[in-house]
């Protein structure tokens, strides 16, 4: 058992280094092209024209700010839309959005409730304009954030666009968390995009080819994923999808611990069940980096994060156990439990050295990550919460996750 | 056009995480060499520290007790008992042979040391109190964890007394003549040897206790010294607010 677990556990480990040696190499490879990026504010890039998809469904909290935001993009006026569906919100999202309603710019829908990717594909049907995206209206973009997207449109090939997102003022410890966390995203989905690998385009801004819906078909209920499943869908066809880092959209990260839980078990399932369903991908060379390496490493992960889980909380209970037996032999007593701070006793084992430096790598993209969007981060030390606390949460949510795919059960939107 | 594979990069990531992780276990092992190494030196210590100890025993054979005192025996046979539980606790695997030599050498030092501490006693009347403790491991002897507890809690409670642990299973000929000497039978471990009798089966802190009454003479001073203390501070203190 125990020989299993070390064998396992080293796999694991080299495993997980061998992805972050891959990813770090990728950067390397690729160093002089992201620092000398295309920028879309060189006015030779052509100027499509946009419609950005705003769906509610009982937001009349945020949907203004959100329209505002678009309306305020650095983008000819007469190429950019917005258009709202109003899911069949039972609050007054429709009356607040009347405010638009003169405006040449927005357009405003309203249908019966059906679901988030019902609203995006009734405004795909109803959108004339060469591209096409979404923000949800929890959602904010830099006004910079389309102007940067749309030089990498020039080439013929690239069918979907992604933004680099961030936090919208992480005030909570919960929010910082987040933070670092969507800063190693950052990170993540630009050298993920630079190996053809992006598995999710983000239902915040990305920008897709309108014409690409009549191709591969309209967005899917896809266990409550629909942003993911198009990304694999888009790569089932061989499609390219690229990251355009510099443009920043800011959302609003769940508040509470049961609501980032909530996104997360549905965001977690959602990709086990449609990389299940996309499984012909996986391990196939056809399908580049995102078959041979990218999904079959994330599968893999979560498979050794549960093993590992499952192991900790094993090792936890004995040891809690011992405890209490030694506690009801000799009793309680605080005196004698002096600390010794000999080097003899720390545990300097290779699992330490070798997670220690995958933490650096995570630190590392944490930091590339806030570094790459050239927007400066006044939340410099984020990434403290995020090493101290996301080990500890993240289980939870990977348990119902997959709990859930065994029962073979969709997690809830909200 | 997807981006075509790069047999090259994914060759040299293997071989560039392969150094990064061969380089890990190479330190890991340096430190765990230098951890037997210092284990060793401790002992290669307490073996002098037993000779000197020996010796000076013989030199003052013919002269008085007053000179003989417990400093003459190693102390740094607890601390080695702690790192060597630690080694066994975190041992790598392929060191188990470099730890049972270990542990061969340190049951030696224990009878050593506890053979000088009978003499001692016999000449000086002296009394430290030593116990032997036999234990298996936890397949043949589940009691055995437990017992561990009791008697690390003695020892932490009671600096003064000295447990001399012997595993039954290192196969180390003088440890089976310490067997039969006190007729140990290892299908009733955890056994434990006090005043040459022993005591098989678990025992808890108050059986211990029974069994070695210095344990509750060393409480009752204990206690004693207690109360003088707390009503010397109190006379202090009516001493003192006596004279305002």
Redesign the interface.
């Known amino acids: 058992m125990e ?1 299993l677990f ?1 064998t396992f556990l080293y796999t694991f ?2 495993v997980v ?2 992805f972050q ?2 990813l770090i ?2 950067l390397v ?1 690729h160093k002089e092209n992201l620092d000398a990026t295309i920028d879309g504010s060189d006015t030779l890039a052509r100027k499509p024209s946009v419609t950005i998809i705003v769906p509610i469904f009982n937001e009349e909290k945020t949907v203004v700010k959100t329209v505002l935001s678009l309306l305020d993009l650095n983008y000819p006026k007469d190429k950019l839309f917005v258009m709202v569906v109003d899911d069949g919100s039972k609050d007054s999202s429709w009356d607040v959005v009347q405010q638009f309603k003169d405006n040449p710019q927005v357009l405003l829908h309203k249908k019966e409730n059906g679901g988030k990717y019902t609203a995006l594909n009734y405004a795909i049907e109803h959108a004339t304009s060469e591209l096409i995206g979404c923000l949800d209206a929890d959602s904010f973009v830099d006004s910079e954030a389309l102007i940067h997207m749309m030089p990498y449109f020039d080439n013929p ?1 690239v069918a979907a666009v992604t933004p680099s997102l961030k936090i919208q003022n992480p005030d909570s410890i919960l929010g910082m968390v987040q933070s670092a966390e969507y800063s190693m995203g950052v990170f993540t989905r630009k050298i993920l995009g630079l ?2 690998a992006q598995y999710v385009t983000p239902g915040p801004f990305s920008i897709f080819r309108r014409e690409i819906f009549s191709k591969v078909g309209m967005y899917k209920h896809a266990h409550n994923t629909e942003d993911l499943e198009m990304a694999l869908r888009l790569q089932d066809h ?1 499609y ?1 999808i690229t990251n355009a880092h510099k443009a920043v959209v800011y959302t609003v990260g769940p508040r509470t611990l049961y609501k980032l839980y909530k996104q997360r078990v549905r965001w977690t399932g959602g990709f086990i069940q449609n990389t299940i369903d996309y499984k012909k991908m996986i391990l196939n ?1 056809k ?3 995102l078959g ?2 990218i999904l079959p490493l994330a599968m893999y992960s979560i498979a050794g994060s549960m093993l590992f889980l499952c192991y900790n909380v094993y090792t936890f209970a004995t040891n809690a156990i ?1 405890e209490i ?2 506690l009801n ?3 309680f ?1 605080w005196d ?1 439990h002096a600390f010794t701070f000999e080097w ?2 720390y ?4 699992t330490f ?2 997670g220690a ?1 995958a933490i650096s790598v995570v630190l590392f993209a944490i930091w590339y990550g806030k570094r790459l969007t050239g927007i400066k981060d006044k939340h410099s030390f984020d990434f403290v919460y995020f090493l101290l606390i996301y080990s500890l949460i993240s289980p939870l949510w990977l348990v119902t996750s997959v709990y859930n795919t065994i029962i073979k059960r969709d997690a809830a939107w909200r | 056009m997807r981006q075509p594979i790069d047999k090259n990069k994914y060759i040299i990531t293997f071989i560039i995480t392969a150094i990064i992780f061969a380089g890990m276990l190479y330190i890991n092992n340096i430190l765990d060499e230098k951890r037997f190494g210092d284990t060793k030196a401790i002992q290669d210590q307490i073996a002098l520290d037993l000779l000197s100890s020996e010796t000076q025993f013989n030199l003052l054979k013919e002269t008085s007790c007053k000179n003989v005192n417990g400093s003459i025996l190693s102390k740094e046979l607890n601390s080695l008992s702690t790192k060597l539980t630690y080694l066994e606790a975190n041992d790598a695997g392929n060191k188990s042979d470099e730890l049972v030599y270990l542990k061969k050498y340190y049951s030696l030092l224990q009878i050593k040391d506890s053979l000088l501490m009978k003499q001692l006693n016999q000449k000086c009347s002296s009394k430290p109190i030593s116990v032997l403790y036999f234990y298996g491991d936890k397949k043949d002897c589940p009691a055995c964890e437990d017992m561990s507890f009791v008697l690390t809690h003695l020892r932490e409670q009671y600096p003064d007394l000295r447990i001399y642990s012997f595993d039954t299973n290192l196969n180390l000929s003088a440890i089976e003549t310490l067997k039969s000497i006190y007729k140990i039978d290892v299908r009733k471990l955890p056994a434990i040897v006090y005043n040459d009798d022993s005591y098989t089966g678990f025992k808890s802190i108050d059986e211990m206790k029974n069994i070695i009454p210095e344990l509750k003479k060393i409480d009752k001073t204990r206690a004693l010294e207690k109360e003088r203390s707390s009503v010397s501070t109190s006379t202090e203190f009516s001493s003192t607010s006596d004279s305002r």
Not at chain 1, 347 to 350: E, K, V
Request: charged share 20%; hydrophobic share 45%; net charge negative.
């Open positions: 020989l070390t480990l080299f280094l061998y040696v891959f190499l990728t490879e090939e190996l053809d061989h390219k060379p399908y580049g980096n041979l390496l011992r037996e030694r032999i000799v009793g007593n004698f003899y006793f545990n300097l084992q290779t050295f070798l430096f």
